[in-house]
């Protein structure tokens, strides 16, 4: 089953994902899809006020490549990923728990003090790819409060289910959740 849909003005057919017995997802990957991760950046860039973050932070892994492309696009030197596991190359990381509708059980985020040092006093923009339960947008924004930042912004190119309904997410498109026969659910 699939969910055919436009995103940033592209046609996509997204595969429908099993979460429960009656709760399936569309899948949005944007890994291998160059057209779709360089028209997104460019509408949310165009959606969110350039004057209005200094630096931008995404969670670790799917949304990787709109953040960077953002970032070109903006020609913005320094963006922020918060990894799911601590790397030897990051000092005395800080850590928040998260829980994600496409994860099962909790997770990790992890940003490393030096990020955190850069974060202190700034102006922050959370970009994901999709928003759903709102869990890794949470943890996002504890690490910035955590490493003394503002969260100034919140932009995703989709939010799924109830996130549409939210006011304080910037968003390129709604995207329903599924019946198991593949009818959106209402």
Do not use: W
Not at 80 to 97: E, T
Not at 108 to 130: N, S
Not at 137 to 160: F, Q, S, Y
């Amino acid at each position: 089953m699939k969910y055919t849909m436009k995103i940033a003005g592209l046609k996509r057919d997204l595969p429908l994902c099993k979460i429960t017995d009656d709760l399936y997802i569309a899948a949005f990957i944007c890994f291998g899809d160059a057209e779709v991760t360089v028209a997104c950046a460019k509408a949310l860039l165009k959606a969110v006020p350039a004057d209005s973050y200094d630096y931008m932070l995404t969670a670790e892994a799917k949304s990787i490549p709109i953040i960077h492309e953002m970032a070109r696009q903006s020609k913005a030197t320094k963006y922020f990923i918060a990894r799911k596991g601590p790397k030897v190359y990051m000092p005395d990381p800080l850590r928040v728990s998260d829980r994600s509708i496409t994860t099962k059980g909790e997770q990790a985020l992890y940003l490393g003090r030096d990020d955190a040092e850069l974060i202190r006093g700034k102006r922050i923009l959370l970009v994901d790819d999709v928003i759903s339960t709102g869990g890794s947008l949470r943890a996002m924004e504890e690490l910035v409060k955590m490493a003394g930042g503002i969260v100034t912004g919140r932009a995703a190119v989709l939010a799924e289910g109830d996130a549409a309904k939210r006011d304080d997410i910037v968003f390129l498109a709604p995207l329903p959740v599924f019946n198991a026969d593949g009818t959106p659910k209402a």
